[in-house]
């Protein structure tokens, strides 16, 4: 999933997260793997522009009731893929419009999540066929960003 490189007390340890469910992450730290229970503060949510796009009330429900893990994770929907926010945070960037063709790995949008910048991937290739968000929109977990038609 996730690749890091930290430097703590001189010695150097390099982390992959492997799988996030819910508050519990599986991680390799130099070799080994941890089982890490994750306490998350929710940042406190800004009322968000007038402009910015609102989702139809059943992709809301369906955002609602689908938990995802650290990458953003894509559920298939029939031949819609979405993509989701892996964690709350603020938009920073949106690269793709409706319409656009997207391939395998190709970013679709940045997430600040805990002062962090994460790069938010397509899993597939597919045409983008719904952009649920933009710049400095602050959004929740597993909240629908992108919708893909695959």
Do not use: H, W
Not at 18 to 28: Q, S
Not at 35 to 52: H, T
């Amino acid at each position: 999933m996730k690749n890091y490189k930290f430097k703590i007390n001189g010695n150097q340890y390099e982390v992959e997260v492997l799988d996030v469910d819910r508050n519990t992450a599986k991680i390799e730290v130099n070799g080994t793997l941890y089982n890490v229970e994750l306490e998350m503060e929710m940042p406190k949510v800004k009322a968000a522009p007038s402009a910015s796009p609102q989702r139809p009330a059943k992709e809301a429900k369906t955002a609602a009731a689908v938990s995802s893990g650290v990458a953003a994770t894509s559920v298939p929907t029939g031949k819609a893929l979405e993509v989701r926010a892996p964690l709350p945070g603020v938009i920073i960037q949106v690269l793709v419009r409706q319409g656009d063709d997207v391939k395998t790995g190709q970013t679709l949008c940045t997430l600040e999540t805990m002062k962090m910048e994460n790069a938010i991937k397509a899993d597939k290739d597919g045409k983008v066929t719904a952009v649920n968000v933009s710049p400095a929109q602050t959004v929740i977990q597993d909240e629908v960003l992108i919708v893909l038609s695959v």
